[in-house]
């Protein structure tokens, strides 16, 4: 904060930095710009264990249990996924056969990505310039990514929807909750800087720090003290 130099320099992170920061820039100008720079962890070698909820979980493939540069997971209804510190992307089944195949198709082109979620048979991979991408099942339409989104620093999937926070504290949803209800958030809804997807319900946590659900027959949440700093439906 207040640096003036045409390069922003800092020290060092702390694996409790890791995350997403904005940068404002004010301009000689009287103009100003904003950026958004990701702060990965630095684990050093990890190991990719699997703790099964499921006596017919097997253990990850041999390839991806070998893997020293995995730094995120997430895991769907029967499978797994793994962001590597390349910025690329693995999937693999905890099953013989997963429910949906599909989910195991990666994109061939998925590149520089900085935080993976996984809905209950879908994949989503948000990518450096903010932008998402979505494979496996499809039903619902809940891996259909609206072609204008943009400015996109967190995701979430649910059962059948997905759920994306934007930058500007707006966010948005796309897929279906229950009896065919829409993923998308109320009108005037916002600003938030959390956001999460379970199920058929999503949890918020607004910028005062109070709480705000929708979808499921979670309308409505107990009054809860302020000063919140993260929210996790389940």
């Known amino acids: 904060e207040g640096e003036t130099a045409s390069t922003l320099s800092i020290d060092a992170f702390s694996n409790l930095d890791a995350g997403v920061y904005k940068v404002a820039a004010e301009e000689a100008n009287g103009g100003s710009s904003f950026g958004l ?3 990965m962890p630095d684990y050093g070698a990890t190991e990719v264990l699997q703790i099964a909820s499921r006596g017919n979980y097997s253990a990850p493939p041999s390839e991806i249990a070998s893997m020293d540069d995995i730094v995120q997971v997430a895991t769907g209804d029967d499978f797994g996924m793994g962001l590597r510190r390349n910025g690329s992307v693995v999937v ?3 099953v013989d056969t997963p429910s949906t195949p599909s989910v195991l ?6 590149s520089d990505v900085v935080r993976v979620a996984a809905g209950y048979t879908h994949c989503l991979a948000l990518r450096a310039d903010g932008t998402v991408v979505a494979w496996g099942g499809n039903a619902f339409g809940q891996a259909d990514v609206p072609v204008d ?14 759920v994306a926070r934007k930058a500007d504290g707006t966010a948005t949803g796309w897929g279906e909750l ?11 809804f916002g600003p938030i800087m959390a956001i999460s997807a379970k199920r058929y319900n999503n949890v918020s946590l607004k910028t005062d720090g109070s709480v705000y659900s929708w979808g ?8 809860l003290q ?3 700093v993260q929210v996790e439906a389940h």
Do not use: K
């Open 37 to 39: 720079f990701w702060v």
């Open 92 to 94: 693999w089944s905890m």
């Open 105 to 110: 198709a990666v994109p061939e082109d998925l």
């Open 149 to 162: 989104l943009f400015g996109v620093v967190e995701i979430s999937g649910g059962l059948r929807h997905s």
């Open 178 to 188: 229950e009896q065919g209800a829409s993923a998308q958030p109320p009108e005037g």
């Open 216 to 223: 499921g027959d979670l309308n409505s949440v107990p009054t």
């Open 226 to 228: 302020s000063g919140l």
